[in-house]
């Protein structure tokens, strides 16, 4: 059981919007820590998709999206594109584990 | 280029030592916590500890302390994971990765395959 609970799947069509959601507590998303997302592809390594919440890497198209209230998270895929099918993991700092956890991971799957 | 280079896949027995390493370059090694992540074999990602390679100060997640020992040579910009004594459940893809203002993973390696095995 993660600390940061994700949804084990999301489906979505070409072109539709989908959102994956990232729930903690009051020890760490509730108390004000940041999120960050990662996207993996199968057989690679993961890679930062969102920081602080909502900030995108320059690389990273627009169609992605973050934001954050009160002990959750969120991370939206806009015009959804059969290469946005990977594995999603979201990240914060927990206070009462003086260290970061992961969200168990999203396997997104472009229908 | 940036870029943290990780060493290559390893096999051992139950109960042999280990140490695996992530090697930086491209950027001030000293100035950024390096962090290792475990991802078991078709499981998610979990957060091991982080090393300061300046002074070597070192954080663990509670789940791996004591099951783990991180070091860094900043003269060889490496960061160092390290058994004492493997088990079959330590078998899984080792992730080293850069911090930004130890808050978050800003570049990855391509991560390291340990398979423990009889």
């Known amino acids: 059981q993660s600390v940061l609970t994700q949804p084990p799947s999301v489906s979505g069509a070409p072109g539709q919007r989908v959102t994956i959601s990232c729930t903690g507590s009051s020890s760490n998303i509730g108390a004000g820590y940041n999120v960050h997302w990662y996207q993996q592809f199968p057989g690679t390594a993961p890679k930062l998709l969102i920081y602080n919440n909502n900030n995108r890497p320059s690389r990273v198209p627009d169609r992605f999206s973050g934001s954050k209230s009160g002990t959750s998270a969120s991370l939206a895929i806009t015009g959804l594109q059969a290469e946005d099918e990977a594995d999603y993991y979201c990240?914060?700092?927990?206070?009462?584990?003086?260290?970061?956890?992961f969200g168990g991971g999203t396997k997104l799957t472009v229908l | 280029e940036v870029q943290l280079v990780q060493s290559g896949p390893e096999v051992k027995k139950p109960g042999e030592s280990l140490k695996i390493s992530c090697k930086g370059s491209g950027y001030s090694f000293t100035t950024y916590w390096i962090g290792w992540v475990r991802q078991m074999p078709g499981k998610g990602l979990e957060w091991m500890g982080i090393?300061?390679?300046?002074?070597?100060?070192?954080r663990y997640s509670p789940s791996f302390q004591g099951q783990v020992t991180l070091s860094a040579d900043k003269f060889t910009r490496t960061a160092y994971l390290q058994w004492t004594s493997l088990k079959a459940s330590d078998t899984a893809i080792y992730y080293c990765?850069?911090?930004?203002?130890?808050?978050?993973?800003?570049?990855w390696g391509r991560g390291t395959l340990v398979t423990v095995s009889s």
């Open positions: 090393i300061y390679p300046g002074d070597s100060e070192t």
């Open positions: 990240q914060s700092y927990d206070s009462s584990l003086s260290g970061s956890v």
């Open positions: 990765a850069r911090l930004f203002n130890i808050w978050y993973f800003d570049l």
